[in-house]
């Protein structure tokens, strides 16, 4: 039962991490590219990296200074963050395509 509460509590903090601006316009664009659920994971995953790029490139793009510097990917906060992202753009684009599907199925039916 814990790791079932684990895992809810992930997908809950995945869903809030995307649910704003920076990650909605991802999960959108992402949609955009998604032709087939068979492509679903892999671009998830897509989005999960440019969303971390996007993090680390901020300030320099931003005109802040400072160098671009890599995530620590030998630190277990920088996978479990990853793997809550992942699971939150699951969620966010899986919606979005799905609701893609429904209009454009639909709208095609009436031509």
């Known amino acids: 039962m ?10 809950r903090e995945g869903f809030a991490n995307i649910n704003n601006p920076k990650g909605l316009l991802i ?8 032709g087939s659920w068979k492509q679903w994971f892999p671009i ?3 989005a999960v990296i440019v969303h971390i790029a996007i993090e680390q490139l901020a300030p320099v793009l931003a005109g802040e200074g400072g160098a671009v510097i890599l995530p620590d990917l030998t ?6 963050r990853s793997l809550v992202l992942f699971l939150g753009y699951l969620i966010i684009i899986g919606i ?16």
Do not use: M
């Open 2 to 11: 814990e790791l079932v509460d684990q895992v809810v509590a992930y997908l």
């Open 27 to 34: 999960a959108l664009a992402a949609t955009v590219f998604l």
């Open 44 to 46: 998830s995953l897509v």
């Open 75 to 80: 630190s277990e906060a920088f996978w479990t």
């Open 96 to 111: 979005f395509y799905f609701v893609k599907r429904l209009l454009f199925r639909g709208g095609a039916a009436h031509h």
